[in-house]
């Protein structure tokens, strides 16, 4: 079975421009959730997917930043317009719904790394 | 905000020695951990995770402990092996939650030979 994919893997583009990264859950996982990690700090928590709706975007830095999931199952990420700061590593994971476990593991993808200069 | 952190950035042993990786939380209301390890070029692979119920646990070469009187986590590694090698990450959910994960900085863990 695959695992949670992202693309690309690296993506390297100048202060302005927009980025799009996507994320493949595993098939069947209605929970997907993306977070960031800035260079020396923790991973941060950036917004929870349930199917299509956006569970909890708390995490969203600011409204730079649109997550979209379209029919439920893969997942992108823009970046528009893409500011310093914004450099760092998304990573996506997703989860199964409900279940008998009382806690869903989730599973991560390998992540974007995303450079703006 | 509360949140999850870690005493030591970098922590380097000899391979075959025990390592413990120290984590720090804040939310008291947080009723299950979890570890995850990541390594270089790859997204975090959970280890092995305690619910707050629970004091100790463990898996294969690893063990989790949990003291909620002081709020800390720590994960023993024995008998190290070079793959061993990687950042590894506490995090903090709730039970039956599908939450986003709260994590801590990272503790890069080095094997020497």
């Known amino acids: 079975e695959a695992g949670v994919t992202q693309f690309p893997s690296h993506s390297v583009i100048e202060k302005g421009q927009t980025v799009t990264l996507r994320c493949d859950p595993i098939?069947?996982?209605?929970?997907l959730y993306w977070y960031r990690r800035v260079m020396g700090k923790e991973i941060k928590f950036l917004l929870h997917?349930?199917?299509?709706?956006?569970?909890?975007e708390s995490g969203m830095p600011n409204n730079r930043f649109l997550a979209e999931r379209t029919g439920g199952t893969y997942s992108t990420l823009k970046v528009q317009p893409a500011e310093l700061e914004d450099s760092g590593v998304y990573f996506c994971?997703?989860?199964?719904?409900?279940?008998?476990?009382?806690?869903?593991?989730?599973?991560f993808g390998s992540g974007t790394r995303l450079t703006v200069l | 905000g509360e949140s999850v952190g870690l005493h030591l950035p970098t922590l380097s042993v000899q391979e075959g020695d025990n390592s413990i990786i120290n984590c720090a939380y804040s939310?008291?209301?947080?009723?299950?951990f979890i570890w995850y390890k990541q390594e270089s070029g790859k997204g975090p692979q959970f280890i092995i995770d305690?619910?707050?119920?629970?004091d100790k646990r463990q898996g294969q070469r690893v063990t989790v402990l949990l003291n909620k009187t002081v709020k800390h986590l720590s994960l023993q590694i024995a008998a190290t092996q070079p793959g061993d090698s990687a950042v590894y990450f506490c995090a903090e959910n709730m039970i039956g939650g599908a939450d986003g994960l709260t994590f801590g900085k990272g503790t890069h863990l080095i094997i020497q030979p």
């Open positions: 997917f349930v199917k299509e709706s956006k569970q909890d």
């Open positions: 994971a997703s989860s199964p719904l409900g279940g008998t476990s009382a806690y869903n593991e989730q599973f």
């Open positions: 098939s069947g996982h209605d929970n």
């Open positions: 939310n008291s209301a947080s009723d299950y």
């Open positions: 305690i619910r707050s119920n629970m």
